[in-house]
């Protein structure tokens, strides 16, 4: 810990004295660096290394540079220089010609609240060893995603019961009414639970194996209600264009830090 603390304080300024729109900064400095080969690319990056910085138990300072050596494979002189960049990049302030401009709160409002929804699940995204990335496919660190986020158990539990209920009754045609397309993947282990509530709720608690790159930008992509609707398999969540191409971006990345040689 003490060596953590020395080196940060070697950097040239410090992320909790610049945050102001440190995303946008972080962006324009993946891009201009070449890391990236489009704007578009580097907003979604951006994010992605946004929010595991902001859930790291470092430094903000700290995380950034084990974000850069996870994400690029560098080493930590490089994501140390990187950083220095960061920090020292200034972007132009827009012009407000009056107080009622609200878009920025606005912004800000609505990243809150994606946040708070992640903080739901609490257990969610804790590494948990080294394997195969079901998503990039990368052999690396892994986290637990829970297909079917936690803060939406509370909804998405009455949708299978009743579910179950008109498989009971042999109306596969209603059940799928009521599951949507997006969850027609669990009519059979739904016939299997036959009404048990305790299987019912087992359906609830599937998870993946994948990177944190992966699962940053999964929740990063989706909220928490359509990622339960809409992709709760990691097939379906390959079916997101978004994903995809971000999973096909991360397999062409090396593990860098997280890596099982690595960590060996």
Known sequence: MGRKNKR?????????????GFDKRLA??????????????SICLAESMVAEI????????????????????????GAMTTLSSLLDLVLPVEDKKDGNDNSSQE????????????NDDDDDGEYIGEGE???CERFIRLTHHHLIPRSTWPRILPRLTNAAEALSRN???????ILGPGL??????LTRADSDRGAIKDLLKRTCRICGACHGHIH???????LATDFSSTENLLSSPKIYDFSKWANKQKAGRYSYSHSM
Request: glycine share 6%; net charge negative; proline share 3%.
């Open 28 to 41: 324009t400095v993946l891009l201009a660096k070449g890391f990236v080969s489009s704007p578009e690319e």
């Open 171 to 177: 109306d596969v045609n209603r059940a799928g009414l």
């Open 8 to 20: 940060a304080k070697s950097l040239p300024g410090n992320l909790n004295q610049n945050e102001g």
């Open 133 to 135: 990335c079901e998503l």
């Open 184 to 189: 027609l993947h669990l009519l059979e282990p």
């Open 54 to 77: 902001e859930e790291s138990d470092l430094s903000r300072n700290e995380a950034c540079i084990a974000a850069f050596e996870d994400y690029f494979s560098m080493s930590r002189q």
């Open 220 to 226: 990063r992509t989706h909220d928490n209600m359509t």
């Open 107 to 118: 912004g800000e409002t609505a990243g809150e609240d994606a946040r708070e929804a992640e």
